[in-house]
T-cell receptor
Framework: TQLLEQSPQFLSIQEGENLTVYCNSS?????LQWYRQEPGEGPVLLVT???GGEVKKLKRLTFQFGDARKDSSLHITAAQPGDTGLYLC????WGRGSARQLTFGSGTQLTVLP | NAGVTQTPKFRILKIGQSMTLQCTQD?????MYWYRQDPGMGLKLIYY???????DKGEVPNGYNVSRSTTEDFPLRLELAAPSQTSVYFC?????????????FGPGTRLTVT
């Protein structure tokens, strides 16, 4: 089983602060995704990274895929209360991309206080 | 265009009862998936399908069965429900074309087995 470990598990910050969430594994992934989930709803995709070392920016969110394709990070600048939610990383293990099976991390519950 | 729909939204079962969780997608996706999400955890893959008539086991298939008679529908069957199957169940679907990675999730079914 390819594990994806996320840290921290919980994060509570004030509006305007910056934060970074980490997703690490000992296994190689062909692609890695970040999803955001709100209570009572299914996860919604934020970004997909597919190239080692890739950096993608989505407004105040910056995503990075590690050079060795084993880790990823999500950085949020000037967090807002609307960023509150469960952030999940998910990867397609190398060599198992035909069915796009995803391995999910356990998630980071982010709370941004006004 | 409704996306991925799941029914029911909530269900309480007694130990030993059976039920079917329904999942339908209207995006003509070939790939479909069933996940379960336990409190404070990420999603674990139960079963997946790469097309009508083709299904395969995921990480935690025991106690569940699936079928895929059409592209649109992917029901999940629980036989002899057990308390360990108390969870939130998510159905998802995705395109099968190269470069398409996003999985689209339904709103989930919250199941309690007592």
């Amino acid at each position: 089983t390819q594990l994806l470990e996320q840290s921290p598990q919980f994060l509570s910050i004030q509006e305007g602060e910056n934060l970074t969430v980490y997703c690490n594994s000992s296994s190689v992934f062909s692609s890695l995704q970040w999803y955001r989930q709100e209570p009572g709803e299914g996860p919604v995709l934020l970004v997909t990274v597919v190239t080692g070392g890739e950096v993608k920016k989505l407004k105040r969110l910056t995503f990075q895929f590690g050079d060795a394709r084993k880790d990823s990070s999500l950085h949020i600048t000037a967090a807002q209360p609307g960023d509150t939610g469960l952030y999940l990383c998910a990867g397609t293990p190398w060599g198992r991309g035909s069915a796009r099976q995803l391995t999910f991390g356990s998630g980071t519950q982010l709370t941004v206080l006004p | 265009n409704a996306g991925v729909t799941q029914t029911p939204k909530f269900r309480i079962l007694k130990i030993g009862q059976s039920m079917t969780l329904q999942c339908t997608q209207d995006m003509n996706h070939n790939y479909m998936y069933w996940y379960r999400q336990d409190p404070g955890m990420g999603l674990k893959l139960i079963y997946y399908s790469v097309g009508a008539g083709i299904t395969d086991k995921g990480e935690v298939p025991n106690g569940y069965n699936v079928s895929r008679s059409t592209t649109e529908d992917f029901p999940l069957r629980l036989e002899l429900a057990a308390p360990s199957q108390t969870s939130v169940y998510f159905c998802a679907s995705s395109y099968s074309t190269a470069g398409s990675y996003e999985q689209y999730f339904g709103p989930g079914t919250r199941l309690t087995v007592t």
